[in-house]
Structure formats: structure tokens, C-alpha cells
């Protein structure tokens, strides 16, 4: 059977061998009609070396914890007697910005939530983070909201939500 097997193996080997004289005159044929010139490369203009110096700034390589900018008491954290604002039921990311009007000479910030719309004033709060609104301009709201870090501590953070043409333009 192996006998059988291996003469069968070279019985086609040797069918597989055969004259190739057509294909390569087909070949020769077609690298007649095959001539062109390739063009040089451009000359590669040299890029100034800039020597990176960061002696004193922060290495980004160690892992350290970042500390917060400000941190309150456990005792200094929200009010949570105080009565909820309806803007506090939304998270902060949901709210838009869509304009500003003085009346009386008082800022209002008018925001939107869920196709609402709300007057807000500095004082007010908005979002689930406790966000207390500490300054309105003519292009964003400013609020400083308190947080709860990893240790149980109550953290300040500022956020400010953009007025929504802003918001689109930063996409």
C-alpha cells in the first residue's frame, strides 16, 4: 500500500513538471510592452530637532493620587434638610444653556430640561451634585458642586454649563 502511494506521488510530481515554454514567451511577450519611468523621489526637507525640557514639571509616569482642589469637613458637606430645587432632579450633562436675560438689572440664566424651560438666578441650584450656581455671564454658568470622594469626604468641584451654541461648536 505504501509502495502504491508513493508511486502515485510521483507519477503526479512528474505530470506537474512539463514544458512551460508557452507561459514563458507569454511573459517575455508582455514586459515588451511594459516600459516606463518612475520618478524621483522628493528631496525630504530636514525638520528641526526640538529638545524636550521638562525639569520641575510633574513627572506623567508616577502614579500618585491626585488631591482636590478643596476639600470640606464630613459635618460641611450639603444641606440635605433643604428644600430640592426642581433642576436638582436632572443630572447636570442634561441641562442646556440656551440664553441669558437681565431683568431689573438681575442676571437669569434661561436652561432648559426636558423641552422646559427655567429661570435660574446665582444662588439657585441644578444637577444631582449638589450644584450651587455661583456666577452667570453672558456665555456659561458657573456652579460649585459637592461631591463625595473615595474617603467619604465632601469635595468642591466647579463646573460651568456652556451656552448651547458653544456646546455645538466645540464638537
Known amino acids: 500500500m505504501k509502495r502504491l502511494l508513493i508511486l502515485a506521488s510521483a507519477l503526479v510530481l512528474t505530470a506537474c513538471a512539463g514544458d512551460q515554454e508557452d507561459i514563458q514567451g507569454w511573459m517575455a511577450e508582455q514586459e515588451k510592452g511594459m516600459t516606463g519611468t518612475i520618478k524621483p523621489l522628493p528631496e525630504m526637507k530636514p525638520v528641526p530637532v526640538v529638545k524636550y525640557e521638562a525639569e520641575g514639571a510633574a513627572d506623567p509616569f508616577v502614579l500618585s493620587r491626585i488631591e482636590p482642589e478643596t476639600k470640606t469637613s464630613r459635618r460641611g ?3 440635605l434638610d433643604r428644600r430640592r430645587e426642581p433642576l436638582e432632579s436632572y443630572p447636570l450633562e ?27 438666578r446665582v444662588g439657585n441650584y441644578m444637577g444631582q451634585n449638589f450644584g ?13 458642586e459637592l461631591v463625595e470622594d473615595m474617603n467619604g469626604d465632601w469635595v468642591e468641584r466647579i463646573s460651568k454649563l456652556l451656552l448651547q451654541e458653544q456646546q455645538e461648536a466645540r464638537k
Do not use: F, M
Open 94 to 120: 442634561s441641562l442646556q444653556l440656551v440664553g441669558v436675560i437681565t431683568q431689573n438689572r438681575k442676571v437669569h440664566a434661561l436652561v432648559r430640561a426636558d423641552q422646559n424651560l427655567h429661570q435660574v
Open 77 to 79: 458637606g450639603p444641606d
Open 132 to 144: 450651587l450656581v455661583t456666577e452667570i455671564s453672558e456665555s456659561e454658568v458657573t456652579l460649585k
